[in-house]
């Protein structure tokens, strides 16, 4: 996909929606693409291997221990965790049909969104989200 498409594309994701047109053509630079057949395991529950990913197309289910919690679709992300804490990730995310996500290195995470607060401020805001379901998972 062309980067100018990409960028539009993007602009519907809540994660980047504050960003200027010029800021998403940066995102889509900084970013690599990679595409995940059905059934591949994106993350691994407990192994190292970590970026931030953002699907573009399809889906991947959350499995903890084989079992699938949530289903991640265009415009969610993951993998944000392991970069931030610098540990394994905490489940498997595996494509559910063919996948394609936006993925930026753990080594990159912290730069970018530095200089991106108010991707940062999104990303916050998803964690509490997250936090709020996995308390509701819990009890």
Do not use: H
């Not at 691994?44 to 699907?55: D, H």
């Not at 200089?115 to 996995?134: C, F, W």
């Amino acid at each position: 996909m062309a980067g100018q498409e990409l960028a539009d594309t993007i602009a519907g994701f809540a994660l980047f929606a504050d960003l200027s047109t010029p800021q998403r053509e940066q995102v889509v630079d900084v970013f690599s693409e990679q595409w995940f057949g059905d059934g591949e395991k994106v993350l691994r529950q407990g192994l190292s291997g970590s970026g931030l990913y953002v699907v573009l197309d399809g889906a991947a289910a959350i499995r903890i221990d084989g079992v699938d919690r949530a289903t991640l679709r265009a415009g969610d992300y993951f993998g944000e965790i392991s970069c931030l804490l610098g540990e394994a990730p905490t489940a498997d995310i595996v494509a559910m049909g063919s996948l394609r996500c936006l993925v930026l290195s753990s080594s990159q995470v912290e730069s970018f969104l530095k200089s991106n607060p108010s991707v940062m401020y999104r990303l916050l805001q998803g964690e509490a989200r997250k936090v709020r379901t996995t308390t509701k998972w819990l009890s």
